[in-house]
């Protein structure tokens, strides 16, 4: 299995790959994993060889191994090891409150979502507003922010109307290298967009402490962390609301698409702060620590 290779290799693709591993009898040669594609391969002490292969699609699988049989190796083992990571929602059931109803989205909420968000008055502080509905269909479908995306509905007999969509997002905390493991997912960050026709009638100030208690009693994250312009007091009013505590203001710190530099505010409340959140302000808080 010595022998120079064929000059032609496995086309490049740059769309997301599973990783297989395939384990065949015999020790190739390195230059065997270029032609193969440029995939890692290993000599094992038994005699075997391993590659490592990213594939897209089962077409490029069975070209590899095709490949493989054709240098008369025998395939001893293949096996899936690096499947893209699937983006879980970071909320998998619904929530229920007394007059509301927040549940994973679906592909099927960007139409209902976006008659709210197309609005300048709901999309002032947010980060992009999208030229149409196809445009904001792509972004909302996008895996990771599907999966961080709660669907606020009324519970009353409306038929579920949605209302709103929140931001519920897991991240690993930072962490010195040796604890890393324990700092994944121990943070959540959220955010919020409500319907303008349902503002100021304390929807979201339910939906967040509902939040707040799944990430601290279902998640059991460490730390839940949220941020807005200093000028959208509507979102940390609501923040200090559900005890959330101030912990930084960075000024001139990001540019809105006026042209203008403005002031940003970052909140967080930690577990063992929360207790009784429908009880605490962040002022009480403050006090405690
Ligand atoms: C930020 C945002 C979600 C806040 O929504 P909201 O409806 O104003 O928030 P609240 O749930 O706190 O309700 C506000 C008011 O409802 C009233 N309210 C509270 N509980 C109530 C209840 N149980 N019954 C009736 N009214 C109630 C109160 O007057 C309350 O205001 P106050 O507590 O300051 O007196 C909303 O303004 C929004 O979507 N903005 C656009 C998008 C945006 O900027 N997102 C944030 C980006 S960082």
């Not at 190739?28 to 193969?36: E, R, Y």
């Not at 994973?104 to 992009?128: I, K």
């Not at 009324?154 to 897991?170: C, E, K, P, Q, Y």
Request: net charge negative; hydrophobic share 40%; aromatic share 8%.
């Amino acid at each position: 299995m010595g022998t120079t290779p064929p000059s032609h290799a496995v086309r490049e693709v740059n769309r997301p790959a599973d990783t297989y591993r395939v384990t065949v009898a015999g020790r190739l040669d390195d230059h065997w994993a270029d032609w193969l594609g440029g995939h890692t391969l290993v000599r094992n002490d038994d005699a075997s060889t391993t590659l490592t292969l990213p594939v897209v699609d089962q077409a490029q699988l069975h070209g590899v191994l095709g490949r493989i049989r054709d240098l008369g190796a025998d395939l001893l083992a293949l096996d899936m090891i690096g499947e893209q990571p699937v983006c879980a929602p970071a909320l998998d059931r619904p929530l229920h409150t007394e007059r509301l109803t927040l549940r994973p989205a679906t592909t099927y909420d960007a139409e209902p979502t976006w008659a709210y968000r197309r609005l300048d008055s709901v999309n002032e502080w947010l980060t992009g507003v999208p030229a149409d509905l196809e445009e904001y269909r792509t972004l909302f479908a996008e895996p990771s922010r599907l999966a961080a995306t709660v669907i606020v509905e009324l519970a009353d007999d409306s038929g579920g109307r949605v209302i709103g969509d929140f931001m519920l997002r897991l991240e690993d905390a930072w962490s010195q290298v040796e604890v890393v493991e324990c700092a994944q997912d121990a943070q959540a960050e959220l955010g919020w967009v409500l319907d303008p026709s349902h503002t100021g009638v304390g929807y979201a100030t339910e939906a967040v402490r509902e939040l707040l208690r799944y990430c601290f009693e279902e998640l059991a994250v460490h730390r839940v962390v949220a941020n807005c312009f200093l000028d959208n007091d509507a979102s940390w009013r609501l923040m200090e609301k559900v005890g959330m505590r101030r912990e930084t203001h960075a000024v001139s710190e990001s540019l809105h698409r006026s042209g203008q530099w403005l002031d940003t505010v970052g909140y967080a409340v930690l577990a063992h702060e929360w207790k009784h959140p429908y009880a605490r302000s962040s002022h009480e808080i403050k006090e405690k620590t």
